[in-house]
């Protein structure tokens, strides 16, 4: 029933609000062309259903990525998540991974960037904080701490079908609610807030992954009143084009595509998110870097 929605809630009593995602068709579709080790489809499911749930948390009309980059044997993972919960994602990774293994011992440490690029302003926000724990709820409810002073309580899972999340965030009171005004009012709701993160921990994965959003909700916290939203739809899509893969031919500048062609005779491009094949032979390719044909994109993921 919430397969591939984003549903938020909210806590009537308290200062609390919640975002609720389950990835299904959208989440097999981000790996359909892809052969991740066991370890890193869970790190990547579970980088994936926080995208989608901090996306739930901002206003926004662009996309927001989650990019991890660190010296291990995972040397990049990007999930990346639009305003309209249009959700992508790739890892890069070298050699045999670890049957079991956390984000920090796949990564080797390095660093989470969440980045939010604005489309109609052409603004760009970034925030960074060390891959410093184990385990990436951790991360970035630090990562909320630092760059939102939200206090956040973030649980995940992932398997090859399903990505899951459940995240929990601490908001003001309002404007009336201050410790000057009423002190017993904030310490009700620090109490509420700790005691609404416990029990939050004790949901198990398969809980997170199998049950529906009303009945985790109501698993969770029976004793609050909880006020849960319609659902917005999470889908697959890749915006990758002829156009896109064109400029990064072009940037890599006509004498390495007269080599590519001399040895192969043609140029053929996938793309990492989707696994689609763009084919150049050796006019197309030619073409690109004719007069008036200058224009293009960085390299980099597409």
Not at 89 to 104: C, H, I, K, Q, S
Not at 118 to 125: A, D, K, S
Not at 266 to 272: D, I, L, T
Request: net charge negative; glycine share 10%; aromatic share 6%.
């Amino acid at each position: 029933m919430d397969g591939d929605l984003l549903r938020r809630f909210l806590f009537e009593r308290w200062p609390v609000r919640g975002h609720f995602v389950r990835l299904d068709a959208s989440w097999r579709a981000v790996i359909e062309h892809h052969d991740y080790p066991p370890a890193l489809t869970g790190v990547l499911g579970e980088a994936l259903a926080a995208t989608v749930l901090a996306a739930g948390t901002i206003k926004f009309n662009g996309q927001l990525s989650l990019q991890f980059q660190g010296p291990g044997p995972v040397r990049l993972i990007l999930a990346q998540c639009t305003h309209g919960h249009a959700i992508r994602a790739v890892a890069r990774f070298d050699g045999e991974l670890p049957a079991a293994a956390t984000l920090g011992e796949l990564t080797g440490g390095g660093q989470l960037a969440v980045t939010i690029d604005e489309e109609q302003r052409n603004n760009r926000y970034q925030g960074v904080v060390p891959l410093d724990r184990p385990e990436l709820a951790a991360c970035l409810e630090e990562y909320f701490a630092r760059s939102e002073q939200l206090p956040t309580r973030l649980i995940l899972a992932a398997t090859g079908e399903q990505a899951a999340g459940l995240l929990l965030q601490r908001v003001a009171a309002g404007a009336g609610a201050s410790i000057e005004d009423d002190p017993r009012a904030i310490a009700a709701a620090e109490d509420a807030w700790t005691r609404i993160g416990l029990l939050a921990a004790t949901l198990r994965p398969e809980e997170l992954l199998r049950l529906p959003c009303e009945t985790l909700l109501h698993r969770l916290f029976n004793e609050d009143d909880v006020r849960l939203f319609e659902g917005a739809p999470v889908f697959f899509r890749c915006t990758c084009s002829r156009e896109r893969v064109s400029g990064i031919l072009r940037s890599l500048g006509e004498e390495e595509i007269r080599d590519i062609l001399q040895e192969r005779g043609g140029v053929e491009v996938n793309c990492e998110f989707c696994g689609r094949a763009y084919a150049f032979d050796a006019v197309d390719a030619l073409r690109l870097f004719a007069a008036g044909n200058q224009p293009g994109a960085p390299p980099g993921v597409h």
